[in-house]
């Protein structure tokens, strides 16, 4: 099936400055669905509030997958009222970007930094800052209410290639670059950087937290998937199943399931509490043999991007598809066209799949499915209990399996 279209952004047309339409590497929401950013394809990131894209789509009559009541943005928790209302922001970086991210802060994580009384900015629970990635190794911090830049994070000697904060509210950034390394900092100690992750022997492409930011996946350039313990700083697994370099991955929302996409052209489902594949998703058929693995260029996957749901997955390759697969099923149940895609990421309601391609923005429909009770059941105790734990549950076998995510 095709996959319906919500609507689209595009970037400004032959730019006489050179600042935009190029290839664009990174798109990304607000935690609480307030905001959309991305690359336009040089040196601009567009901040724009994404109530207003919604209702930008319905005016032009393009059917909306989203529901309506998402188009209401959160109230903030603001003491000025009208601070915190949203309003579109054009940056320019400096630099090329690579990779986007935001960050939202909880006051009661505390920096763990002890000089907190040195601090230039204190961050409230209306904040919520927007980290680039550029070419130069530079990680800039803006404040997106206003648009104005905070910090710059200035370590990475190589293309910071990937961003993430912990999802707990607690502003550690982690950033993945093409030194080698990855690089944790503490938004809330001023941007001090608290550690270097080393592991990697070539390129880390992305990094991303677990939901319960306890553990940091990192994967890279010769095959690599790593996963780290962010309590210890220290790795705990490799994944070895790839068979060319592994460009994007992300947890499902209950963090029992870890996707990874690689040039390879396929994207494994794992299980990460025990390095096991539980499923393949194949972009070429018949699928190449490992030691032709890095042949089918036309296939490489770019991007995964796991559905609010826990049960659909969107990847996008270089075969000027983007497809919508269920966790459980072989083929993908939607597909869509899109020439030049290198990102896609999905809405924080899980509503709709955003994808990049040359500075602009597409826009489609998650496939709708109402979720199982068994299936709501499952991600509620998979967001508390790791695999072994549930292999030890004096349960059913065939019950085991199905919280296992075992197809």
Not at 214 to 243: N, P, Q, T
Request: aromatic share 10%; hydrophobic share 40%.
């Amino acid at each position: 099936a095709r996959s319906r279209t919500v609507g689209e952004l595009l970037a400004p047309t032959s730019p006489f400055d050179k600042k935009c339409g190029r290839e664009n590497w990174t798109v990304a929401f607000a935690p609480d669905g307030s905001y959309l950013a991305w690359s336009q394809g040089h040196r601009i990131v567009k901040l724009v509030p994404w109530a207003q894209c919604l209702s930008t789509f319905l005016l032009h009559g393009t059917k909306n997958g989203a529901n309506p009541a998402s188009t209401r943005l959160p109230r903030q928790n603001s003491e000025s009222g009208q601070k915190n209302k949203p309003c579109e922001h054009i940056i320019d970086c400096g630099d090329i970007v690579w990779s986007l991210a935001f960050g939202s802060s909880v006051p009661e994580k505390q920096s763990r930094c002890v000089n907190i009384e040195w601090h230039r900015f204190k961050f409230g629970q209306d904040q919520l800052l927007l980290a680039t990635g550029l070419n130069n190794g530079r990680i800039k911090i803006w404040d997106v209410y206003t648009g104005k830049l905070l910090l710059n994070l200035m370590d990475h000697t190589e293309v910071v290639r990937d961003l993430t904060f912990a999802p707990d509210g607690s502003l550690i950034l982690v950033s993945a670059s093409r030194d080698k390394t990855l690089r944790v900092w503490d938004l809330k100690d001023d941007g001090n950087m608290m550690k270097v992750l080393r592991g990697h022997q070539n390129w880390v492409y992305g990094c991303a937290f677990s939901p319960d930011s306890s553990i940091l996946c990192s994967v890279g350039a010769s095959k690599a998937v790593f996963l780290w313990d962010m309590d210890k700083y220290s790795m705990l697994r490799k994944l070895e199943g790839h068979h060319n370099d592994v460009v994007a991955c992300e947890f499902s929302p209950d963090g029992a399931l870890l996707a990874t996409a690689s040039y390879d052209t396929r994207v494994y489902v794992w299980d990460p509490h025990i390095g096991v594949i539980l499923m393949e998703f194949g972009h070429l058929f018949p699928a190449p043999t490992p030691i032709f693995a890095g042949g089918a260029n036309d296939r490489w996957v770019r991007s995964v991007s796991f559905s609010h749901d826990g049960l659909h997955i969107a990847s996008l390759a270089d075969d000027k598809m983007v497809r919508f697969w269920r966790i459980d099923e072989e083929y993908p149940v939607q597909v869509a066209p899109l020439n030049n895609g290198l990102c896609c990421t999905f809405s924080t309601d899980g509503s709709v799949l955003a994808a990049g391609q040359d500075g602009s923005l597409y826009f489609w429909a998650t496939p709708r499915q109402v979720s199982s009770l068994q299936h709501l059941c499952r991600m509620a105790i998979r967001r508390v209990m790791p695999t072994s734990q549930v292999k030890n549950l004096p349960i059913p076998s065939k019950v085991v399996e199905f919280l296992c995510y075992q197809f």
